[in-house]
Nanobody, 129 residues
Framework: QVRLVESGGGSVQAGGSLRLSCAAS????????MGWFRQAPGKEREGVAS????????YYADSVKGRFTISRDNAKNTVSLQMNDLKPEDGGMYYC??????????????????????WGQGTQVTVSS
């Protein structure tokens, strides 16, 4: 049984930083994609960042490039998201996901669905201006 558990959310002021972590169990480490997605109230879920497990470049949404960094520890089967220079529009529920890659190793930031997609329960991020 696949289980994803997020941690690290909280409340910060604009310009602050947070680090989110996601621990996966029951999921093959390093062989598929893991990523972070967020959803603000009244909005659709959107991709933030994703990463494949075998040394390929990560993917970022344009809105977070240069501010967020995703990393993955295959030995621990964890994925983290370092968020710097946070803005109020970064607030929302952040979800960790594990999913099958596209085209043999591509992860992208599109919201995954279907077979092989797993989601955590989410962690709340609030950024005040």
């Amino acid at each position: 049984q696949v289980r994803l558990v997020e941690s690290g959310g909280g409340s910060v002021q604009a310009g602050g930083s947070l680090r989110l972590s996601c621990a996966a169990s029951g999921y093959p480490a390093g062989k598929n994609c893991m990523g972070w997605f967020r959803q603000a109230p009244g909005k659709e879920r959107e991709g933030v960042a994703s990463i494949f497990g075998l040394g390929k470049d990560p993917y970022y949404a344009d809105s977070v490039k240069g501010r967020f960094t995703i990393s993955r520890d295959n030995a621990k089967n964890t994925v983290s998201l370092q968020m710097n220079d946070l803005k109020p529009e970064d607030g929302g529920m952040y979800y960790c996901a594990a999913f099958l890659s596209y085209n043999g190793g591509q992860c992208y930031t599109r919201v995954p669905s279907g077979v092989g997609t797993y989601w955590g329960q989410g962690t709340q991020v609030t950024v005040s201006s």
